[in-house]
């Protein structure tokens, strides 16, 4: 059975946490104790072989070997192999869990759109239901060993009442290489198609809506099936396991407490290594290294007989029931309907208990800015922006209508990449602007302004023109009707 301990951690206390180290069912202590103890027990045995059996020459022989099995621990990457395993695996295993099959929602579509309160309607009604409960039920026979228990063969499941003996003889009459669960649902669709005809299922559209529900509750029998066939890379799992393993064969070498090799210089003292008979650094490496890989061991399939394991005994029970109970007891059958109790008021206020009245104190959420709080001077208007759109009799420069540099620089600095980008060119102020000439019209109205340059482009830095020259220009281009009007 899971071990559930929600309740246990619902609030946050001192020693909240520490509680629930002292629980052996579904516990660390109870996975592990086997490996702590032959480990302690090598390590006891080396090191007594060590103090009482070896001679001088050995323990310095015995002492460079350790110290070279010391340091090529050190070399193993522990914790990025076993975290990254064990996420895998934690997500696989609860992506196993949410491709359980569950009936809820086909059971409602089915009292919806499946119609009749005969005898005919209700036998509708439940077989439909009894039909996906025996598809999973088949399909956890063949990946959990607690429902194989419970039903070996198909007798187990006639005798419990997925399946009669006309449709077992039906079912072991179709020959097929592969699983078998998908049949119940053909017979599903087979029945449904039959209440269309007979008119139980009023439209097309109904019977589409219950094929849908139908295809995503099969779906999830098949992607079931397919965890418990397709599983992590075994060459993944062997890297980690023997990750660990050869670990700690070094941490049994290499940890052991050794004799100082070289005698002290006189005069001079020196502090050796702590004599300890137990190595407590070394067994907190163990228990957590070696216990990180028997939690991935223990829900890398989590339909076996762990007590972490998926309870699929105890679904099989809840999604009959329930869905016999939608299907027959509950088709049809309301509770008398009127007038709420807030039917009167305009703000609807359920009440409190004195357990909950602190509760309605607290002001409800209404966004995370709702609280910010600005100066009188701040929420006036800007008097630069107040009449942006408004035309302006004078151009703004350059740097100006750029308001995100202008708000770090200020209203006197121009902007440095306006500025690099757009050549400042002296103006000149005693003579008149360029214009283009244009052939064929009058000397005041040919006169055309020459386009301004863009401020993301860059101006050509082209010397301006002399008027002299320009009016010479355009009485060589102009005709000489243009050139001498008439009186």
Known sequence: MTVSYTLKVANARFGGFSALLFRWRGSIYKLLYKELLVFLGLYGVLSLTYRKLLSQE?????????????????????????????????????????SIPLPDRLMCVVTATVHGDDERGRTLRRTLLRYANLSSVLVLRSVSTRVLRRFPTMDHVVEAGFMSQEE???????????????????????????????????????????????????????????????????????????????????????????????????????????????????????????????????????????????ETNQLIDRNLQVSLLSVDNMYGDLPPTGRDRYWSEEAAQPPYTQASAADSL???????????????????????????????????????????????LGASAPSPAISLRVPRTPLLPSRPQAATPVPGRLRLTRLMPAPAARIDEEAPETPSPDLGSLEEEEDKVAPPSAATPSG
């Open 168 to 310: 077992q003889q039906k079912f072991e009459s179709l020959h097929s290489d592969f699983n078998k669960y998908w049949v119940p649902c053909v017979w599903f669709t087979n029945l449904a198609a039959q209440a269309r005809r007979e008119g139980r299922v009023r439209d097309d559209i109904a019977l589409g809506l219950l094929l849908d529900e139908l295809n995503q509750y099969r779906g999830k029998c098949s992607l079931l099936f397919h965890y418990d066939w397709i599983s992590i890379p075994l060459v993944y799992t062997q890297v980690v396991t023997i990750a660990v393993y050869s670990f700690f064969a070094f941490c049994l070498i290499g940890r052991q407490f050794l004799e100082g090799t070289e005698a002290p210089e006189p005069g001079q003292e020196t502090l050796g290594d702590l004599d300890l008979y137990v190595p407590l650094t070394t067994l907190l490496q163990f228990f957590f290294y070696a216990g990180w890989l028997k939690v991935a061991e223990q829900i890398i399939n989590p339909f076996g007989e762990d007590d972490d394991d998926f």
């Open 362 to 408: 607290r002001p409800s959420f209404m966004g995370s800015t709702f609280n910010l709080r600005m100066s009188e001077e701040r929420l006036q208007p800007d008097p630069d922006t107040e009449e942006a759109g408004a035309p302006s009799s004078t151009p703004s420069p350059a740097w100006a209508r750029t308001p995100l540099l202008s708000r770090f």
């Open 58 to 98: 050995q323990k310095r022989i015995y002492a460079q070997v350790a110290q070279y099995c010391n340091r090529s621990a050190d070399l193993i990457p522990m914790s990025f192999v076993l975290g990254f395993y064990v996420t895998l695996v934690v997500n696989r295993w609860w992506a196993q869990y949410t």
